[in-house]
């Protein structure tokens, strides 16, 4: 009588498929920064409510059609960023063709794109800070003043935030002898952040600029 002896299985378990824990601490850190800017909302809201006619006149001073513009300036990063980021998931840190061949852009092009983008849209918040000081609207003239200064004022930190950031994932791409996971995470991650001020930049010219 013959004993059957069976082959050890010697095929490796799958690994689980985890998620990024870079990524997940990042989504982690947006929530609490929405968090963050639900408070903002929520502080504008209160105030409006306290003083109606003084948010009618002081509304009145702000121009839309300038905002606008610079909210388009905004929001078209979005798109050069996560064509940005659409390179970086090929590996493709730098461009293949001419300047102005853009499907031939890499990473570090879009980038560079979406920090000027980025840089434009802070300069033209500050020259609008200008002209309603001019106007009579500093952060200390009343209620309105404070709460638009703040509300826009964090958001504005935070896309001077981002801009740092996008340099220096261009400047690690640049610097980087292989472009791997690495360096495409770490832009991954930047769009994130990049798109999460975006969103929170339209609700607040919705909110501010409109709602008057």
Same mark, same amino acid.
């Given at each position: 009588?013959?004993?059957?002896?069976?082959?050890?299985?010697?095929?490796?378990?799958?690994?689980?498929?985890?998620?990024?824990?870079?990524?997940?601490?990042?989504?982690?850190?947006?929530?609490? =920064?929405?968090?963050?800017? !639900?408070?903002?909302? @929520?502080?504008?809201?209160?105030?409006?409510?306290?003083?109606?006619?003084?948010?009618?006149?002081?509304?009145?001073?702000?121009?839309?059609?300038?905002? /606008? #513009?610079?909210? +388009? +300036?905004?929001?078209?990063?979005?798109?050069?960023?996560? /064509?940005?980021?659409?390179?970086?998931? =090929?590996?493709?840190?730098?461009?293949?063709?001419?300047?102005?061949?853009?499907?031939?852009?890499?990473?570090?092009?879009?980038?560079?794109?979406?920090?000027?983008?980025?840089? +434009?849209? #802070?300069?033209?918040?500050?020259?609008?800070? !200008?002209?309603?000081? *001019? =106007?009579?609207?500093?952060?200390?003239?009343?209620?309105? !003043? *404070?709460?638009?200064?703040?509300?826009?004022?964090?958001?504005?930190?935070?896309? !001077?935030?981002?801009?740092?950031?996008?340099?220096?994932?261009?400047?690690? &791409?640049?610097? &980087?002898?292989?472009?791997?996971?690495? =360096? @495409?995470?770490? *832009?991954? #991650?930047? *769009?994130?952040?990049?798109?999460?001020?975006?969103?929170?930049?339209?609700?607040?010219?919705?909110? +501010?600029?409109? /709602?008057?």
């Amino acid at each position: 009588m013959t004993t059957a002896t069976h082959a050890p299985n010697t095929t490796a378990p799958h690994a689980p498929n985890r998620p990024n824990m870079v990524s997940v601490g990042t989504m982690v850190w947006l929530s609490s =920064e929405l968090m963050f800017f !639900a408070a903002l909302f @929520a502080m504008y809201f209160s105030l409006r409510a306290a003083a109606p006619e003084l948010w009618a006149n002081e509304t009145a001073k702000l121009n839309v059609p300038f905002a /606008l #513009v610079n909210t +388009i +300036i905004l929001v078209s990063s979005s798109f050069s960023c996560q /064509l940005g980021v659409f390179r970086a998931e =090929e590996f493709k840190p730098r461009r293949t063709g001419g300047i102005f061949n853009f499907k031939e852009w890499g990473m570090i092009e879009w980038f560079i794109l979406t920090f000027f983008l980025g840089a +434009i849209f #802070v300069s033209v918040q500050a020259y609008e800070y !200008a002209v309603l000081v *001019s =106007e009579g609207v500093a952060f200390n003239s009343n209620s309105y !003043a *404070s709460a638009f200064y703040i509300t826009t004022g964090f958001h504005g930190i935070h896309v !001077a935030g981002g801009l740092i950031a996008f340099l220096l994932i261009i400047g690690r &791409a640049m610097l &980087a002898k292989k472009f791997g996971h690495f =360096e @495409a995470t770490g *832009s991954i #991650v930047v *769009s994130y952040y990049w798109h999460f001020v975006d969103v929170v930049w339209i609700a607040l010219f919705a909110i +501010i600029y409109f /709602l008057k």
